[in-house]
């Protein structure tokens, strides 16, 4: 009997141990999940996550349109030849840098020739006129002859002077040897973009044997869409970035806007503008050359405020641009407004204040954790 007692006893102290753990378990606040996108300085190191803060601008651009760099109208310079005839030699070939006065080909024509003979014949008849001059003159004087015998000398002595002038000029304008021949010279310094003539070939006044293309300007054809076309006025500044410079600084080229054209393009729905910028050293990567498409941001002339950040602070999420804000430790993905991206950064004019810290890098690691 009393071992059955005390046997009670022990079952009813087990049942009411585990009842209180049980209670005190469901007392007991659980742990609440982290938000998407905290991380501490530990897991930023490990996924390689950086951040800089979004910088204050007096100006941000008014927008990013493509464009492509051509060379303006007076760039081009056609090397032609005053007198058919044939090339001896020629000395350049496409592509190649010529200083001006070089000599770009040696032509032979029958033409110098035969202005060389006949400006020696109207010097031997401009001698004879004046010998007769001088006489007639000296004999009207004495009144051995009437005095418009006189005159008449002196009437043929300047058409002989005439002739004589006239025949120097073409003998200057052929700029040829005793033999014929010519040498055709780069009229400016520059590159030599078409060569159309080939030794022994045929060479004409009609067609250029050479175009020389002067590398020290160009121009931009802008495309700009619909809802820039009542912004951009002619003087407006732009910026071509044409790629990486040295030391892995992005290299920016400015210049303005010339022109706009005064009608849309139905089939593009853009409106042309041309722009010019300078000149950038061929020894640097990415240098201007023509026929080079690239990205121009436009300026303005309006002193709207926003920020700057790195370019690589900026992604894409379906249609909108984001950047990601350091907020403590957590990271939100939050929509700007991009106006423009020049030398490396982009401007915000929308979403973004002066001194928030936005990720530069590991960016898809963190649209990964954000995304729901």
Same mark, same amino acid.
Do not use: W
């Given at each position: 009997?009393a =071992?059955?007692?005390i046997?009670?006893? $022990? #079952?009813c102290?087990?049942f +009411?141990?585990?009842a209180?753990?049980?209670?005190q *378990?469901?007392?007991e606040?659980?742990?609440?999940?982290?938000?998407a996108?905290?991380?501490?300085?530990?897991?930023?190191?490990?996924l390689?996550?950086?951040?800089?803060p979004?910088?204050a601008?007096?100006?941000?651009?008014?927008?990013t349109?493509?464009g492509q760099?051509?060379?303006p109208?007076e760039a081009?310079v056609?090397?032609?030849?005053n007198?058919p005839?044939?090339?001896?030699r020629?000395?350049v070939?496409e592509?190649?840098e010529?200083k001006?006065?070089?000599?770009?080909a040696?032509v032979r024509?029958?033409?110098?020739?035969?202005i060389r003979?006949?400006l020696?014949?109207?010097?031997?008849?401009?001698d004879l006129a004046e010998?007769?001059?001088r006489?007639?003159?000296?004999?009207a004087k004495e009144g051995v002859i009437?005095?418009? =015998?006189?005159?008449?000398a002196?009437a $043929? #002595?300047?058409?002989a002077? +005439?002739s004589?002038s006239e025949?120097?000029?073409l *003998?200057?304008?052929?700029?040829a040897g005793?033999d014929g021949?010519?040498?055709?010279r780069?009229?400016?310094?520059?590159?030599v973009?078409h060569?159309?003539?080939?030794t022994g070939g045929p060479?004409?006044?009609?067609?250029?044997?050479f175009v020389?293309e002067n590398a020290?300007a160009?121009?931009?054809?802008?495309?700009l869409?619909?809802?820039l076309?009542?912004s951009?006025?002619p003087?407006m500044?732009v910026?071509v970035?044409?790629?990486?410079?040295e030391y892995?600084?992005?290299?920016v080229?400015?210049?303005?806007i010339?022109?706009?054209a005064?009608?849309?393009?139905?089939?593009?729905?853009s409106?042309?503008?041309k722009a010019?910028?300078?000149?950038a050293?061929?020894?640097?990567q990415?240098?201007?050359v023509a026929g080079?498409?690239?990205?121009v941001v436009?300026?303005g002339?309006?002193?709207q405020?926003g920020v700057a950040?790195?370019?690589a602070?900026?992604?894409?999420?379906g249609a909108?641009?984001m950047?990601f804000?350091?907020s403590?430790?957590?990271f939100v993905?939050?929509?700007?407004?991009v106006?423009?991206?020049?030398?490396g950064?982009a401007?915000?004019?929308?979403g973004?204040k002066a001194g928030?810290?936005?990720a530069?890098?590991?960016?898809?690691?963190?649209?990964?954790?954000?995304a729901?």
């Amino acid at each position: 009997m009393a =071992r059955r007692i005390i046997l009670s006893l $022990a #079952l009813c102290s087990a049942f +009411a141990l585990a009842a209180g753990c049980s209670d005190q *378990a469901a007392e007991e606040p659980q742990e609440k999940a982290a938000p998407a996108g905290t991380l501490d300085a530990e897991q930023m190191k490990r996924l390689g996550i950086t951040t800089a803060p979004a910088q204050a601008v007096d100006q941000v651009p008014l927008g990013t349109v493509p464009g492509q760099v051509t060379l303006p109208p007076e760039a081009r310079v056609a090397v032609t030849s005053n007198f058919p005839g044939a090339a001896v030699r020629v000395y350049v070939i496409e592509g190649q840098e010529v200083k001006r006065g070089q000599p770009l080909a040696l032509v032979r024509a029958a033409e110098p020739l035969q202005i060389r003979g006949e400006l020696a014949r109207t010097q031997a008849e401009l001698d004879l006129a004046e010998a007769r001059a001088r006489r007639l003159a000296q004999l009207a004087k004495e009144g051995v002859i009437a005095e418009a =015998r006189s005159e008449e000398a002196q009437a $043929a #002595l300047r058409q002989a002077r +005439a002739s004589v002038s006239e025949q120097q000029r073409l *003998a200057s304008l052929a700029g040829a040897g005793a033999d014929g021949t010519m040498t055709l010279r780069a009229p400016i310094s520059g590159r030599v973009a078409h060569v159309a003539v080939e030794t022994g070939g045929p060479v004409d006044g009609m067609t250029a044997p050479f175009v020389i293309e002067n590398a020290s300007a160009y121009s931009v054809d802008l495309q700009l869409p619909e809802r820039l076309a009542q912004s951009v006025r002619p003087g407006m500044t732009v910026e071509v970035e044409l790629g990486t410079g040295e030391y892995g600084k992005p290299l920016v080229v400015g210049g303005k806007i010339l022109s706009v054209a005064p009608s849309l393009d139905p089939m593009t729905r853009s409106i042309m503008a041309k722009a010019s910028i300078g000149a950038a050293p061929n020894s640097i990567q990415g240098g201007l050359v023509a026929g080079k498409n690239v990205m121009v941001v436009i300026a303005g002339q309006s002193a709207q405020p926003g920020v700057a950040v790195p370019s690589a602070a900026v992604t894409r999420v379906g249609a909108d641009d984001m950047v990601f804000v350091r907020s403590g430790n957590r990271f939100v993905s939050r929509k700007v407004t991009v106006s423009g991206q020049a030398a490396g950064r982009a401007y915000i004019s929308a979403g973004l204040k002066a001194g928030e810290a936005v990720a530069v890098s590991g960016i898809a690691e963190l649209k990964a954790m954000t995304a729901e």
